[in-house]
């Protein structure tokens, strides 16, 4: 749904609004509740996704502002509590440049597009002592939640994202915030007597229980000096392995973005039997002096994983990027790579797919339940969260590759991917790895070139390699 299409969504609801809130009362004054235990009165307070404007009404800010992207919302807000400022405003893209106390974010994540834009967006509005209160749903009701939505309980929604505390926490430091407090509340979000007080007040809080609950909720603030962080301009390498990929090359070159003091591309192609190789001597031609394009071949060495090794010994950046040439992962994305890098949140920087929802044939179902399987496994295994092994891109400073190449005996030249050599060679020198989730996207050109069954056990092998040299050793 793009922007245009949600700005209509929430128009179309916005009459509907308030009865269904209504309906459900005891939610919304449970969280208003939670919301007056963190949230003094007499501060300065900002709602982003503010709806009809009920929380700034019931907190009775000093100064209160909401901001929504629907303008219905936003009018109906104004009428109802005149005594605050609402304005029509986007998370993602703030024109609000006010300080204020405490931002508030309630129920919104799941709508938003980009999340670490969002929380990019939040800097313009807060300072080392303001408090940015999130409230969201609890991923594990979404069965529930539907459920809800189809026998009319519950308002329904759009595409939704559902993300776990974990993934919010990691998005929120990859742009400056540490997470204060966090935890869950309400597993009974609806009211019956003497029942949900012993629920709500009681077994919540007990361990694991408590994880159960419908809303988990964090409380952040910024980063001491994060914005005193000098930023040094490096120059950046981005290779793409390729085969038979003609009909995305073009569009690689146009959506890469520019990163750093310099960017080049560094095409490294499989021996293509299409014209992948004319369409990248094309683009060199056509955009020679404009951008730095280059070719090399991979000759006789086969896989992915060789071809990103020699794109590695070609390049001349600071930054490694891998960017695969399916597309399947967006080349706009990759300056949020850079600056995860660059702003010291990691020093290997890996792509995460399973964090939004995908386009529903991005990726096979058993290829999803088998990336789920090796995140398990390789958190276990490198001792560092990993929600998504085989995504194709991954950045680090060259430094750090050079280091990892020395140590490539360790575990071997096992690897015709990649993606696993970096991983476990980043794990055994104590790098920091950090994810950002990316929006995975249906391939619309070439063929997939993993076998489901015959790589998943060649992966199952290599785990079988690092738990031996990783745990045993």
Request: net charge neutral; proline share 4%.
């Amino acid at each position: 749904m793009n922007k245009s299409e949600k700005i209509a969504y929430f128009n179309s609801i916005a009459k509907d609004r308030d009865w269904w809130k209504q309906r459900n009362s005891y939610y919304y004054s449970e969280l208003e509740r939670f919301l007056r235990f963190i949230i003094p009165p007499e501060t300065s307070l900002l709602e982003i996704g503010c709806g009809t404007g009920d929380f700034i009404g019931y907190l009775q800010p000093a100064r209160g502002v909401g901001v929504d992207i629907s303008p219905e919302m936003v009018t109906r807000a104004q009428k109802k509590y005149p005594e605050y400022t609402f304005l029509v405003d986007d998370a993602e893209e703030l024109h609000l440049n006010e300080k204020f106390d405490y931002v508030i974010l309630s129920d919104l994540v799941g709508h938003l597009s980009d999340v670490w834009q969002a929380f990019r967006e939040l800097q313009k509005v807060t300072t080392p002592e303001t408090r940015v209160v999130i409230t969201y749903y609890n991923y594990l009701w979404e069965p529930l939640l539907s459920l809800g939505e189809r026998f009319g309980l519950k308002m329904k929604q759009t595409y939704q994202n559902w993300l776990s505390l974990e993934d919010i926490e990691n998005l929120l430091k990859l742009n400056g915030y540490e997470v204060v407090q966090k935890g869950f509340r309400l597993l009974l979000p609806k009211d019956i007597p003497l029942l949900s007080s012993l629920l709500n007040r009681l077994m919540a809080k007990f361990p694991l229980i408590k994880n159960l609950c419908l809303v988990e909720y964090i409380v952040a603030k910024e980063k001491e000096g994060i914005r005193d962080r000098l930023r040094k301009d490096y120059s950046s390498s981005v290779i793409i392995p390729c085969k038979d990929e003609a009909g995305n090359i073009e569009a690689a070159v146009e959506r890469t973005p520019e990163m750093g003091k310099h960017t080049e591309l560094i095409f490294v192609d499989g021996n293509s039997i299409d014209s992948t190789v004319e369409k990248i001597e094309e683009m060199i031609a056509k955009y020679k002096g404009k951008k730095d394009i280059k070719l090399i071949h991979q000759g006789l060495g086969k896989g992915k994983g060789d071809a990103v090794r020699k794109g590695f010994a070609a390049a001349a950046g600071d930054i490694f990027f891998i960017l695969d040439s399916d597309l399947t992962v967006p080349p706009e994305d990759l300056p949020k790579f850079y600056l995860a890098l660059t702003e010291g949140n990691g020093e290997f920087i890996n792509g995460t797919r399973l964090v939004y929802q995908m386009e529903k044939q991005a990726m096979r179902h058993l290829n999803l339940i088998a990336n789920k399987l090796f995140s398990l496994i390789f958190t276990w295994l490198l001792e560092q969260r990993i929600k998504d092994t085989l995504c194709g891109t991954k950045v680090l400073f060259r430094r750090d590759y050079e280091k990892i190449a020395q140590n490539r005996n360790f575990f071997g030249d096992f690897d015709p991917f990649g993606d696993f050599d970096l991983l476990f060679g980043a794990a055994k020198l104590n790098l920091k790895i950090v994810e950002i989730p990316i929006r995975y996207r249906e391939r619309t050109y070439g063929e997939i070139k993993i076998s489901r069954f015959s790589h998943g056990w060649l992966l199952l092998k290599m785990c079988g390699i690092a738990f031996r040299k990783l745990k045993l050793n």
